[in-house]
């Protein structure tokens, strides 16, 4: 592997952390902030990638695996809080607390 | 440089960009797993072939799947797109098609995952600028032999994420 490959790959994941952030600050929906945060984790994941390809050593891939990880359990609660305040025939919640937004607020 | 890194680069970009821009959160999401698809062929480039399976599997297959559910949970509202949307996710897909048959076929050289793994000892491990693919084998003895506690750790944190949506989608019964 040359280098300038090793510096294309991790060019290429600061770029997709840069627009997830852009995307991030930018968008008002929750689940483009959630698909956006998806977009940095997977960025910082491939950058893992790529630096144990550069030293020929399985860590950046373990490191890779716990970011998946971290990324399925944000994404469940965070789509539990993102149904839980669409609302889905209960009443909007009003704070921040879970067992609030479950009951729906009232 | 690496022609099927590069185009897959490219084509990670352009749907990544995508993915900031749609209007609708459904088409979003489709152009984000077209997204990580590339990154999947990038990591296959870079001799990672473990790493670009479960971007593949999990990430594309399981976590952005929970999306489109919840977004189905929620409502999709407005007309079916026309064939004009289809171009340019088309496009993607095909040249990423492209891409990795051409590298499959014609030069499995450029797929680092693809060539057969050097022993990592002596001289590999000296002449560390050109490494030896990492095989999934040695990412597994590595996930379960130094790090057995990080992987228990792991376990308990996606535990406590099923019973963080369990609690939160759970209805009271009247």
Not at chain 1, 29 to 47: K, R, Y
Not at chain 2, 128 to 147: E, T
Request: glycine share 8%; hydrophobic share 65%.
């Amino acid at each position: 592997m040359n280098p300038a490959d090793l510096e294309l790959a991790l060019g290429l994941a600061a770029l997709l952390f840069v627009i997830g952030l852009a995307g991030m600050l930018a968008r008002r929906s929750l689940v483009f902030m959630l698909l956006c945060a998806e977009i940095m984790l997977n960025a910082g994941g491939f950058a893992f990638i790529v630096a144990g390809a550069r030293w020929g050593a399985p860590d950046g891939q373990v490191i890779f695996i716990f970011l998946l990880v971290t990324a399925a359990a944000e994404v469940a609660v965070g789509l539990a809080l993102i149904l839980a305040l669409s609302g889905q025939g209960r009443g909007r919640p009003k704070g921040l607390d879970a067992d609030e937004m479950r009951r729906g607020g009232d | 440089m690496n022609p099927v890194l590069a185009v897959s680069a490219a084509v990670a970009v352009a749907s990544t960009v995508a993915v900031v821009i749609q209007r609708k959160a459904v088409h979003a999401l489709l152009y984000l797993i077209v997204s990580f698809f590339a990154l999947a062929v990038a990591m296959l480039a870079l001799g990672a072939a473990f790493a670009a399976a479960l971007e593949v599997v999990v990430y594309a297959g399981a976590i952005l799947v929970l999306f489109v559910f919840v977004l189905m949970m929620i409502g999709v509202e407005g007309p079916v797109p026309s064939l004009r949307a289809w171009l340019f996710p088309a496009l993607l897909a095909i040249l990423l098609f492209a891409e990795l048959a051409y590298a499959l076929f014609a030069r499995p050289e450029l797929l680092e995952a693809l060539s057969v793994a050097a022993p990592a000892s002596g001289a590999a491990q000296v002449a560390y600028a050109v490494p030896a693919p990492v095989p999934p084998k040695a990412v597994g003895l590595a996930l379960f032999g130094p790090y057995a506690v990080a992987a228990e750790i792991a376990a308990f944190l996606l535990l406590s994420g099923l019973v963080g949506a369990y609690h939160l989608g759970r209805r009271d019964k009247a």
